[in-house]
């Protein structure tokens, strides 16, 4: 065990009076003061659930619905689906078999190159540090449809303030309330289905049977996008429905951050495989039929629909809240908002929680300043914490630019970093893939093995890479600098820091046959069988604490 003595900012070692925190590199924390395996299955369950289903399908989606169509936008969020349930089962994998506190970059660093890691460490903090001020932002946003009488930087101190209480408590609290929002939002968002289906079906105050009135003309199904640049009704189509993929990567990106809870789960081995399975559902119910019920109540030529990067005041932050406009169903529509005000500031609740915690972890790894390996009595990280939660001021720049603006800059700028992580995860399971074939281990043995592997990964690679390098077609039709930078940046970042430590520090891509597959492996399953006996030392469980653990 390689293990290593860090001095504290007062300490000196040649000093006994001094404290000093010894670090376990293997496992990637320090042996006393580190993050605490708090997070019980139904919380981890519930946050990966929280971060995920936020602006992204809840507000992004009124802009891929009116550039796509209800078809554009079904079959986009489809296709994004399944390459999100295959880098999903890919990370799912490897965390099972290495539940380390390292997140992202431990696997990378492992399995394929030092640099590697190095580079989808700050890559995955960047994502993080701008995907935080985003959901605020979309919190705006969503207080904007009730009143623009108090001047909006107020309310950004409000939410920026709550959300960094609530993460200064420890992981128990974070994980607890996260639990019960992220409850609300499941709830909130099947009422909101059933809530699509009954007007689709006739049950409003006009009793007027919608059908599939929207998918037909002049609505639906397809959405011209840009027709009035590029005068080919056929090639707007084909741009709306590739407008819908990078609203969909938007969306599923956040599904990953179990891989960063890993390091805070209890019975990791059991509970992260069960999470990453319960992905297809979400997917499917969640995401998919989400876009299909919003396709069928509101159409995608409505005005009042909340399109990125244009300002216009007054507009409706969620799809679902015109709908509910369109219907005639009065009051309604404010407690829509409400509850999508909780999804928000939710997802931006769960997003500083994995954005400290990923910092952390480079710091753990020597790849960030060893101040940010200080954790506080109830295990949070709070210096890491402390900066994430100062990139928050990035808010601030709605008070110049209306939201609608700033958000379609955010989202291209985490659709970037997000689609560069998910890209990386299944390069790295590849590489490890490839690692237990060399070395003679048979991935049958494995805690979770992923399915449609290898192939599943490579699929997933090569899709999303489709996508990042075409995303931002729109920003050539015309030129718009802004976009452009904001759709991009993120490749030539990513390339800088995998570059610059590479040459700095010399290092070389592993061979399959030396990528370490035992280090800290030991120490996780006797802390796992530890676990386990210590449940079962308290006797069988009854079905209803059964199943409220698998909620």
């Given at each position: 065990m390689n293990l290593e003595k860090l001095e504290n900012r007062s300490g000196s070692l040649d000093n006994p009076k001094d404290e000093t925190v010894v670090y376990d590199f293997d496992l990637g924390g320090p042996l006393q003061d580190t993050l605490h395996r708090g997070l019980k299955a139904r919380q981890i369950s519930m946050i990966a659930l929280g971060g995920a289903i936020g602006t992204g399908l809840i507000i992004g989606s009124g802009t891929a619905l009116a550039r796509g169509g209800p078809l554009g936008i079904l079959l986009g969020y489809s296709f994004v689906g399944m390459v999100c349930y295959l880098v999903m089962v890919a990370l799912g994998e490897m965390a099972a078999y290495l539940p380390h506190k390292k997140g992202f970059s431990g696997y990378a660093t492992r399995f394929v190159d030092p640099a590697f890691g190095f580079a989808l460490g700050w890559n995955y903090l960047m994502k993080y540090l701008i995907v935080t001020p985003n959901n605020i932002n979309a919190a705006g946003a969503v207080i904007q449809y009730w009143t623009r009488h108090i001047n909006i930087a107020v309310w950004m101190v409000i939410f920026?303030?709550?959300?960094?209480?609530?993460?200064?408590?420890?992981?128990?609290?974070?994980?607890?309330?996260?639990?019960?929002?992220?409850?609300?939002?499941?709830?909130?968002?099947?009422?909101?289905?059933?809530?699509?289906?009954?007007?689709?079906?006739?049950?409003?105050?006009?009793?007027?049977?919608?059908?599939?009135?929207?998918?037909?003309?002049?609505?639906?199904?397809?959405?011209?996008?840009?027709?009035?640049?590029?005068?080919?009704?056929?090639?707007?189509?084909?741009?709306?429905?590739?407008?819908?993929?990078?609203?969909?990567?938007?969306?599923?990106?956040?599904?990953?951050?179990?891989?960063?809870?890993?390091?805070?789960?209890?019975?990791?081995?059991?509970?992260?495989?069960?999470?990453?399975?319960?992905?297809?559902?979400?997917?499917?119910?969640?995401?998919?039929?989400?876009?299909?019920?919003?396709?069928?109540?509101?159409?995608?030529?409505?005005?009042?629909?909340?399109?990125?990067?244009?300002?216009?005041?007054?507009?409706?932050?969620?799809?679902?809240?015109?709908?509910?406009?369109?219907?005639?169903?009065?009051?309604?529509?404010?407690?829509?908002?409400?509850?999508?005000?909780?999804?928000?500031?939710?997802?931006?609740?769960?997003?500083?929680?994995?954005?400290?915690?990923?910092?952390?972890?480079?710091?753990?790894?020597?790849?960030?300043?060893?101040?940010?390996?200080?954790?506080?009595?109830?295990?949070?990280?709070?210096?890491?914490?402390?900066?994430?939660?100062?990139?928050?001021?990035?808010?601030?720049?709605?008070?110049?630019?209306?939201?609608?603006?700033?958000?379609?800059?955010?989202?291209?700028?985490?659709?970037?970093?997000?689609?560069?992580?998910?890209?990386?995860?299944?390069?790295?399971?590849?590489?490890?893939?490839?690692?237990?074939?060399?070395?003679g281990i048979s991935r049958d043995s494995l805690p979770y093995k992923a399915p449609f592997q290898p192939f599943g990964s490579w699929f997933a690679l090569v899709a999303t890479a489709i996508i990042t390098t075409f995303k931002g077609f729109d920003t050539f039709i015309p030129f718009t600098k802004e976009t452009f930078v904001t759709a991009y940046i993120g490749l030539p970042i990513f390339v800088l820091f995998w570059g610059g430590y590479k040459l700095y520090y010399r290092t070389s891509v592993i061979p399959p046959e030396k990528v370490d597959l035992i280090s800290g492996k030991r120490e996780i399953d006797e802390e796992e069988e530890q676990y386990v006996a210590k449940q079962e030392a308290k006797g069988p469980r009854s079905f209803a604490q059964r199943l409220w653990d698998n909620l």
């Open positions: 920026i303030s709550f959300i960094g209480c609530v993460n200064l408590l420890g992981v128990r609290f974070f994980g607890e309330l996260e639990f019960w929002f992220s409850s609300i939002k499941v709830l909130a968002l099947i009422c909101l289905l059933f809530m699509g289906i009954i007007i689709d079906l006739g049950g409003n105050p006009h009793h007027d049977r919608y059908g599939f009135r929207y998918w037909r003309h002049p609505d639906g199904p397809m959405g011209s996008y840009l027709l009035a640049h590029v005068h080919n009704e056929h090639l707007a189509i084909f741009l709306g429905f590739w407008s819908t993929l990078t609203n969909a990567l938007f969306a599923y990106i956040g599904t990953e951050l179990i891989g960063v809870t890993v390091g805070e789960a209890q019975n990791p081995r059991k509970n992260i495989p069960l999470a990453i399975r319960r992905t297809f559902w979400r997917i499917l119910v969640f995401y998919i039929g989400g876009v299909f019920v919003i396709g069928l109540i509101v159409p995608s030529t409505n005005p009042d629909l909340f399109i990125a990067n244009k300002s216009k005041v007054g507009a409706a932050a969620s799809p679902f809240v015109v709908a509910t406009t369109l219907a005639g169903i009065k009051v309604l529509n404010h407690i829509i908002n409400a509850a999508i005000l909780i999804f928000v500031l939710s997802a931006a609740n769960s997003d500083l929680y994995i954005g400290s915690r990923t910092l952390y972890a480079l710091a753990i790894e020597g790849k960030a300043p060893r101040i940010f390996c200080k954790v506080n009595h109830v295990g949070v990280p709070w210096p890491a914490l402390l900066l994430c939660l100062s990139f928050c001021s990035l808010v601030f720049l709605n008070v110049h630019s209306s939201t609608q603006k700033v958000f379609g800059y955010f989202v291209n700028l985490v659709s970037t970093f997000g689609a560069i992580t998910w890209m990386c995860i299944c390069y790295s399971h590849i590489c490890f893939m490839r690692a237990l074939k060399a070395q």
